[in-house]
């Protein structure tokens, strides 16, 4: 067993550059395409679990399917880490179930109760080698049920209150609003990530690691195979990966990775439907997605600098 928690693979990252890829899954090959992507490139691994997951396939499948890859791939650090928890039962339940890391936003509520909820959460997960992930400001766009603000640029995240919370709430590593916003229609310009935000936050707390939500990049090789093929996704757009790979050498040491897994599944099925109308084996069309998965997860360890980093995390 390869379980981890993200203490070591967030230290090797801030201190060496990099941020580590969390992908989202939902079904069998989804996970097999990320994990033979990080298997092949021998980079840290975050798996993540939402609760739209969760309602969709449920937890029973989802645990015994990265169970598989964990055994499977002994050399890799795997974490699973629930996203978003949204109060301190679902926190609890996912600890209690195995989870390395759980996530608890309670970013909707003020300050203070941010701070409570989230300490409640530390107190149960720390004591069993779990690790919380919280968030503070608010995140733009739309992730399930997770519904953000309008305008990132106006609701960044204010340094000195991240002192604060990271002190009192006692998290391990926090979702900071930098500019970045879930789904695929996060933006009407070109985003622009707020560094100097990172940089402060960085110069206050050395060492402590910062996670981007909302950082897929809408590729355009994915946005143009599924508008060709008659899907409709014209105004889809996402973070360019330059700011991406900046971010990454920052204190930004967790980039989550889901909109991007979601569209290279769909823009290979819309293929092959396209191409081959005929066709009607599942293993034709989710076989495609799968390696479509596979090649942008590869892209997207180099670009995050931690292609390579597998054996310094463990
Ligand atoms: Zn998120």
Do not use: W
């Amino acid at each position: 067993m390869t379980l981890v928690n993200t203490k070591k693979m967030f230290e090797m990252a801030y201190n060496n550059g990099y941020a580590v890829g969390a992908f989202n899954v939902n079904n069998m090959e989804i996970t097999q395409g990320i994990v033979t992507a990080i298997a092949e490139e021998q980079a840290p691994l975050i798996l993540q679990v939402s609760r739209g997951a969760r309602a969709y396939a449920s937890i029973s499948y989802l645990k015994a399917i990265i169970n598989v890859a964990v055994e499977e791939n002994p050399d890799i650090p795997i974490v699973i880490n629930l996203d978003h928890g949204d109060n301190f039962e679902t926190c609890k339940q996912f600890v209690d179930d195995g989870f390395t890391s759980v996530m608890i936003d309670a970013s909707a509520h003020p300050f203070e109760e941010n701070i409570k909820f989230t300490r409640k959460v530390v107190e149960y997960a720390h004591p069993r080698g779990v690790v919380v992930e919280a968030e503070l400001g608010q995140l733009g766009g739309i992730e399930e049920d997770v519904v953000g603000v309008n305008d990132v640029s106006k609701n960044l995240a204010d340094p000195d209150h991240v002192v604060e919370f990271v002190e009192k709430s006692g998290c391990d590593s926090l979702a900071v609003a930098c500019g970045t916003s879930h789904g695929a229609y996060k933006f009407k310009s070109e985003p622009k990530l707020a560094f100097d935000v990172i940089q402060k936050i960085a110069d206050k707390l050395p060492g402590f690691p910062l996670v981007m939500h909302g950082s897929s990049s809408v590729l355009a090789e994915f946005k143009d195979l599924i508008n060709k093929y008659g899907g409709d996704m014209p105004n889809a757009m996402g973070v360019p990966e330059e700011a991406i790979s900046k971010a990454a050498k920052m204190a930004i040491c967790k980039v989550n990775i889901d909109t991007d897994l979601r569209m290279a599944l769909t823009a290979k099925i819309r293929q092959v439907f396209a191409e081959k109308p005929s066709e009607f084996d599942p293993r034709k069309y989710l076989g495609p997605g799968r390696e479509a998965i596979k090649e942008m997860v590869k892209h997207k360890l180099h670009l995050l600098g931690c292609a390579g980093k597998a054996a310094e995390c463990m």
